[in-house]
């Protein structure tokens, strides 16, 4: 019997965390596969721990990973990556914004021949303008000067097939960006669109300045455009700089030109600035060389039970 390995990366979702285990059970059920659910605390400091291992004792199924300190989204759904041991694994939320009754259609197209099958946020009910705008402009962005094209509204709800989970599990990168990584494997995929409900609990932990940090390393680890652009950048002001000559030297000989500060330090904050801009870009590629090449963990686990059980259990 094929196995299936459901990974879900948890952070202060003790609100949410029962409702999701009771709705993955009536859905898995009708199911005939074997299957575990891993949950993998990313630092949370309220109780989703305690429920999570609550869980895991009242039902096989259930697994905990306890992960010694919040490492972030991408690292945790990694570290379910790296300890799950199905046929093939599914990534999703654990905010109830991604729907499990997705989950047949999912393994059907996998069952069709399908490695990668990824799901496409068409709507999310009660966002704001606020976030449906930065939504947008993140994957307008990302894929103008990226050089991988991310479909809008992509989300980390998806299943892989084991051959792909064995390409995360090797990779090195520093800072990851599954999305892309998932992307950029050239195998065989499938997009199913869904519309995302309201968090049933809690408050999301992506506020805009995780988001923009988000995006900005997600684009600068698949793509060199930005310094391309520091490079066309300076190149344009450059140029400027010599057209804005001959306007100076008939100034000079006309006879009207004014002796004066006010413009030439605008000038020069300008240029300054500019200045700043293209060194902060090198310098954030500079500082992701630094980060790699240190090959720190992704994460590092306190507690789990996922080798302590029998993680191929059938409902």
Known sequence: ?????????????????????????????????????????????DSTLSIAKLLSNQNDIFHYVELARNYGHQNAIKAGIDIANGDCIITMDGDMQHPPSLIPEMIDKWEEGYDIIYTKRIDTEGASFFKRITS???????????????????????LLDNEICEMIRETKESELFLRAITQLTGYKQYAIEYKAAERN??????TFSKMFKFALQGITAHSVKPLHLATYLGLIFACGSILYMPYILYSYFDGNAVSGWSSLIATIVFFGGLQLFVLGIIGIYIGKIFTQVKQRPHYRIKETNVYAKNSAVKL
């Open 201 to 206: 609990a809690g408050k999301s932990s992506y």
């Open 1 to 45: 019997m094929k196995k299936i390995s459901i990974v879900v990366p948890v952070f202060n979702e003790e609100g949410n965390i029962e409702l999701l285990a009771q709705t993955l059970l009536k859905v898995i059920s009708q199911l005939n596969y074997a299957f575990e659910v891993i949950f993998v605390d990313d630092g949370s400091s």
């Open 136 to 158: 947008n402009a993140f994957y307008k962005l990302m894929n103008a000067i990226s050089e991988v094209k991310i479909e809008k509204g992509t989300a980390d709800f998806r």
